[in-house]
C-alpha cells in the first residue's frame, strides 16, 4: 500500500577537496573536516612531505 517511491532523494552534492578542488570521484580518498572542508589523499600526501621538508629545515637553524 504505500506508494513508496524509490527516488534517489539523496541529492548527493558533490564532495570536492578544500585544496586542489577534485571531486570525490576523481580521487581515492576524500577526508572530511570541520567546517565542510575535505581533504583528498594526494593532498594528504603532498601536505605530509611539505611538513617533513619544513621539518628538516628546521633542523638546520642556527
Ligand atoms: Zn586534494
Redesign the pocket.
Known amino acids: 500500500m504505500s506508494a513508496t517511491t524509490t527516488t534517489p532523494s539523496v541529492s548527493q552534492k558533490k564532495l570536492h577537496?578544500?585544496?586542489?578542488?577534485?571531486s570525490s570521484e576523481e580521487?581515492k580518498y576524500?577526508v572530511a573536516g570541520p567546517n565542510n572542508i575535505?581533504?583528498?589523499?594526494?593532498?594528504?600526501d603532498?601536505a605530509r612531505k611539505i611538513i617533513e621538508e619544513a621539518q628538516q629545515t628546521v633542523k638546520t637553524e642556527n
Open positions: 577537496c578544500s585544496f586542489c578542488r577534485k580521487v576524500l575535505h581533504i583528498c589523499e594526494e593532498c594528504v603532498k
